[in-house]
């Protein structure tokens, strides 16, 4: 069994629906996958704040199970959770929005196995997940490659927190999100809960930066990152093209990789439109 997890608001789907796409259309693999969801409702801090729906995870599971008949998608709410241990903190306005905190809560969760993968939703997927998913983690917390910026402007070690393979079980042995929580929860961080995860790691596998690559699309590289990045030309500024985003994939990357995934993509969303208006 594989194990995914994904956090979010709603507003996630197309990253959920284009992300797993991209792992059962390049993994050639016999396991089943779970997809975990975390979500919750914090609407009282905006209105668009609301949980992934459950016509979102019905129709997803149903596109996952296309690929293999096992294939799982449970969403677990963390609602009461996040209230208990977030509501009011100082990094309640983080620097996305409150869900990027949720995944701090993976320890208190038990349904989840010891093993799982963390993925941000703007990851696509460029070779077998195997390549990752596979690596050893005993003896450490977790595994994540360097951030493309950070090593440079932070630290050489600095990592990209969207990409996390977690060994969940040594994790609960050293209370790295424990000690992360109590970050979130006292002092207002830069980066939140990269900044925690990072400050309450004891041992962690360093990647090669293929599998998070948040710049370059090479033949080698098994995980494109779609995160923010600065743009040189034609003046200098960030932009924050993701991968649903087709036409500018293709006009600003010139990425035609990916097509396959988001041509059905596409066909799928517009499936899913068509049966939120049927029933209203």
Known sequence: MVNILFCGNDKVFDGML???LSI??????????????????????????????????????RVIKTYHSENRAIKIDVTSLYMEEFGGCPNEDAYCSPYTLIRLFADKVTELPDK??????DIMFNRDIHLLY???????????????????????????AGVLLFNLAEMRK??????ARTLIKTKKLVF???????RATTKKKMLPQRFNDQKFLHQHTVVRHFSKRLFWLPYPHTDNIKQWHVSRVHKIFRYYQFDDILYEYIYLKEKYNREVMANG
């Open 174 to 179: 050293t209370g790295l999100l424990e000690k």
């Open 18 to 20: 284009t992300c797993a």
């Open 192 to 198: 939140a809960d990269q900044s925690a995860i990072i």
């Open 134 to 160: 596979d690596i050893d983690i005993s003896g450490v917390e977790y595994a994540a490659a360097r951030d493309h910026y950070g090593k440079y402007l932070i630290s050489p070690n600095y990592v990209n």
């Open 116 to 121: 799982i993968l963390y993925l941000d939703i």
């Open 24 to 61: 059962l259309k390049r993994s050639a693999s016999e396991e089943p996958f779970t997809f975990y969801v975390f979500t919750m409702d914090v609407s009282h801090i905006k209105e668009t704040y609301l949980p992934v729906t459950d016509a979102q995870l019905a129709f997803f599971e």
